[in-house]
Every structure is written in C-alpha cells, then in structure tokens.
C-alpha cells in the first residue's frame, strides 16, 4: 500500500513539471510584429450616386467634379411644356427624385456647407427675362448609405432660391463624412416639392431656362 501512494505521488509531480514547461516555452516564444496603413484624402473619382437616377427626367446627373470635398451629382430639373394661365401659375416639376450630392472624404469630419442661386429665366427665343418666376424646394431629406447618426441638415423645409446662395444643407464638425444627399422626392411629373411660380404679367409663349449654382464651403455655415 505504501508503495502504490509513492507511485502515485511522483506521477503527479512529473505531470505538474511537464505542464509548467509547456506553458513556459509557449510564453518564451511570444513575439510581436506590426501592421500598418497610410489613409490619405480621396481623390472624389468613381463616386457612386446615393439616390439612384435610372428612369428619372434626369437619369445622369453627373456634375463631373472630383476631389476629396465635391458635388459629384446635381439633378438638372425640368418642369416640362405647360399652358400658360390666365393669372399666376405654379408649376410642379417632372422630376421624381431630384437631388444633390456631397462627397467628403478628406478625413477628420470638418464639416462642410450646401448652399445655391438661380440666375432668372431667360426666353431661348429672345432672351427676354421671365419677370417674377421663383423657384421653390420644400421638404428636402437627407439620404445616404452610411451611419445616419452622422448625418447633416437640412437648412429649411422650404427655399426659395434667388441670385444670392443659400444655405441648402450643412455638416458641423464630427459629421457630413462620406456621400450624403439633399433629395426633393415626389410624384413623377408632378413633384409639388419643387415648384415653379409664374406670375401672368409678361408670360411670352416660349421656352425659358435658368441656371442653378450650387456651392460647396470647407467649413459648416
């Protein structure tokens, strides 16, 4: 009897030291390497559209802007042929999902600010000016396909855009990284969130055109 606990003590003994060399050896060969990455600002090239233009009036609005804070996309809008009326007149655009884009990927979330201006309508006939026309976008959203917890605003719920730039969306520091746009949704041919106003005095029965400049700041409004 005294015998067999020897044994079983010394078994014991040599499993505990073989266990302790294990561990050891695994620790003694530990050794740490390194791994890293250069992030430098986007060049703003290849930018997809987060509001996607197929079968809309305007299915390419690409701008052809590039670089790491840009407007990449900006629906042109068009409020087709229409009647003119016996007093003033609004009319709704064709557009379905009209918008405008910002790509900003210079690193660090400075913020950025939308703004935009119109120039007045002019006749393509004669160039004669569309006295009184106002261009209006109501109930803009903002859209993306990132966090939205990081997300810009919208300036107003309803912009009536005139020669001076206006705010249209802004990012304040921390927010507005990545592609983010402001759209003006609704229904196709007839979207009364972008709506044009006619007053009756001076309508000549022809076609008209403005232009909109939108401008993009590297800091919030």
């Known amino acids: 009897m005294k015998k067999q606990i020897l044994a079983s003590v010394a078994l014991s003994a040599l499993t505990l030291s073989i266990a302790g060399q294990a561990v050891y050896a695994n620790e003694a060969n530990l050794q740490d390497t390194q791994a890293d990455v250069t992030l430098k600002a986007g060049s703003g090239k290849d930018v997809k559209p987060v509001v996607d233009p197929t079968g809309d009036t305007d299915e390419d609005p690409a701008t052809g802007a590039e670089g790491a ?53 002019k006749g393509v006939t004669n160039q004669n000016v569309l006295k009184g026309a106002q261009l209006t976008l109501a109930n803009g959203q903002v859209t993306t396909e990132s966090n939205q917890s990081e997300a810009p605003t919208i300036a107003s719920n309803s912009l009536t855009l005139n020669d001076s730039l206006q705010p249209v969306m802004s990012a304040e520091k921390g927010k507005g990284a990545g592609a983010w746009a402001a759209l003006f949704q609704g229904e196709k041919g007839k979207n009364e969130n972008v709506k044009l106003f006619v007053p009756r005095a001076g309508v000549e029965a022809q076609a008209y055109t403005a232009t909109i400049t939108w401008g993009l700041s590297d800091a919030p409004a």
Do not use: C, H, M
């Open 69 to 121: 804070l840009s407007i990449p996309y900006a629906s042109s809008i068009s409020f087709g042929e229409q009647e003119i009326q016996q007093g003033d007149a609004i009319y709704f655009a064709q557009n379905e999902k009209p918008f405008v884009q910002v790509n900003d990927t210079r690193g660090g979330a400075e913020g950025w600010a939308l703004s935009a201006s119109i120039s007045e309508f």
